[in-house]
């Protein structure tokens, strides 16, 4: 079983309609949580950490479930330059430079 | 400012030979870390560097890959006798201090023919 799980969709999005998907991770010892945006072809780039209590940051909300084990991400009024690939990101306390990726979920957003 | 900078953007190579891939990274950032990303799936984490040394070489699949990163800054990721299966783009992101915000790379295109 891989460390992180995402959907992988893709979540066909109208434009200016709100989406939301989930990732979830196995290892309790994960402490930290970020997600990042990838374009087709391009790197990652991080959108935003996930604290505890959750955070926004403009359109996007992201949530902390530690219970469950499982990391939110909500877009609201969706743009069309939101279409990209979404990756859920954990670091465990043991090692600090280690970033675990899910295979990210892919979002297209329509006109 | 600079971002991190790779060379090269894409390589093809034929099975059995050898290839380096150089990463420059954020002038100042101490922590460089090598990734390699196959098709559909998430960066996949090969070694991480704080400073001249390899703090974490867990990832790195077998004894055919090896990095370098002599001077603290610069690091080359070494591959030898490549396989078809080494095909994927590697990513190499630096940050300021160890466990701080990574920066990646555009990323090189590894293709082993």
């Known amino acids: 079983r891989k460390e992180v799980e995402q959907d992988p969709g893709p979540f066909n999005v109208p434009e200016g309609a709100t989406v939301a998907f989930n990732c979830t991770y196995s290892?309790?010892?994960?402490?930290?949580f970020f997600w990042y945006r990838q374009d087709c072809r391009k790197e990652p780039k991080l959108l935003m950490s996930?604290?505890?209590s959750g955070n926004e940051d403009g359109r996007f909300t992201a949530q902390l479930n530690r219970a469950s084990q499982y990391i939110s991400l909500l877009i609201r009024d969706s743009k069309l330059s939101d279409s990209a690939t979404y990756l859920c990101?954990?670091?465990?306390?043991?090692?600090?430079?280690?970033?675990?990726f899910g295979a990210g979920t892919q979002v297209v957003v329509t006109p | 400012g600079a971002g991190v900078s790779q060379t090269p953007s894409n390589k093809v190579t034929e099975k059995g030979k050898y290839v380096e891939l150089r990463c420059d990274p954020i002038?100042?950032?101490?922590?460089l870390y090598w990734y390699r990303q196959s098709l559909g799936q998430g960066p996949e984490f090969l070694i991480y560097?704080?400073?001249?040394?390899?703090?974490?070489d867990s990832g790195l699949p077998n004894d055919r890959f090896f990095a370098v990163r002599p001077e603290g800054s610069v690091s080359t990721l070494k591959i030898q006798r490549t396989e078809r299966g080494d095909s994927a783009v590697y990513l190499c992101?630096?940050?300021?201090?160890?466990?701080?915000?990574?920066?990646f790379g555009p990323g090189t295109r590894l293709l082993v023919l």
């Open positions: 996930v604290y505890s």
């Open positions: 290892n309790s010892a994960s402490q930290s």
């Open positions: 990101v954990v670091k465990r306390t043991d090692s600090w430079g280690k970033l675990q």
């Open positions: 002038s100042g950032h101490t922590a």
């Open positions: 992101a630096s940050s300021r201090g160890q466990g701080e915000t990574q920066y």
């Open positions: 560097f704080q400073g001249t040394g390899a703090a974490d």
